[in-house]
């Protein structure tokens, strides 16, 4: 069974960047495809990014290209989410998922583990 938990929230003004980690336990780390969601009070959970097994691929959604980053370290059995120039809309608890699925999918359907998210608040 994975276990995914999530730490490096904060409360941050608008420009500035945090990482995101995301400690994996459980079986082979590189056998999981892994994904970052985000979830605004009264609002859906969003696709925010996702990698692929090999580290090789990655697809993020409009609202945070050129700003948000992601990616692992299998030594650590991490995966980072970089955000830089963040701003109040971007304000939300972050997830990070995993699936072991060989089709990526940028909907929280298509995961199969989740961790239980850190806050990340923006001030304007």
């Known amino acids: 069974q994975l276990q995914l938990v999530e730490s490096g929230g904060g409360l941050v003004q608008t420009g500035a960047s945090l990482r995101l980690a995301c400690a994996v336990s459980?079986?082979?780390?590189?056998?999981?495809?892994y994904g970052w969601f985000r979830q605004a009070p009264g609002r859906e959970r969003e696709f925010v990014t996702r990698?692929?097994?090999?580290?090789?691929?990655?697809y993020s959604a409009d609202s945070v290209k050129g700003r948000f980053t992601i990616s692992k370290d299998s030594a650590t059995k991490t995966v980072y989410l970089q955000m830089n120039s963040l701003k109040p809309e971007d304000t939300a608890v972050y997830y990070c998922?995993?699936?072991?699925?060989?089709?990526?999918?940028?909907?929280?359907?298509?995961?199969?583990?989740w961790g239980q998210g850190t806050q990340v608040t923006v001030s304007s």
């Open positions: 998922a995993a699936t072991p699925r060989s089709e990526l999918s940028t909907t929280a359907s298509g995961y199969d583990y």
């Open positions: 459980g079986p082979i780390f590189n056998n999981y495809a």
């Open positions: 990698i692929d097994r090999t580290g090789r691929s990655t």
